[in-house]
């Protein structure tokens, strides 16, 4: 499974961008995915997951701004950040889990992503 992440960017405080992860294979639907993003220095942490079901489970400081979605006919999951603030300015990755369970934790994930960068000026 490859997993190609796109539609970061430069963007103010208050706007608005969505992610979007596509993936090959024809068993995407199967899979839970997640968005995770990393800070330099910093560990990778869990923002949004969606089960292969379509339940979803968020980081609450992302609760309300944030949501994740999928589009099995385009094997592609999206992530759509609204009020975007200077502390959400990180590198994004989304990730695949096999098992179709959409975990917050990385270890879950078998496939993973390159990073998108998205930075919010102030």
């Known amino acids: 499974v490859q997993l190609q992440a796109s539609g970061g960017g430069l963007v103010q405080a208050g706007d608005s961008l969505r992610l979007s992860c596509a993936a090959s294979?024809?068993?995407?639907?199967?899979?839970?995915m997640g968005w995770f993003r990393q800070a330099p220095g910093k560990e990778r942490e869990f923002v949004a997951a969606i089960t292969s079901g379509g339940t979803t489970r968020y980081k609450d400081s992302v609760k309300g701004r944030f949501t994740i979605s999928r589009d099995n006919a385009k094997n592609t999951v999206y992530l759509q950040m609204n009020s975007l603030k200077p502390e959400d300015t990180v590198v994004y990755y989304c990730?695949?889990?096999?098992?179709?369970?959409?975990?917050?934790?990385?270890?879950?994930?078998?496939?993973w992503g390159q990073g998108t960068q998205v930075t919010v000026s102030s």
């Open positions: 990730a695949a889990d096999t098992e179709g369970s959409g975990r917050t934790i990385m270890g879950w994930y078998d496939y």
């Open positions: 294979g024809r068993t995407f639907s199967r899979y839970g």
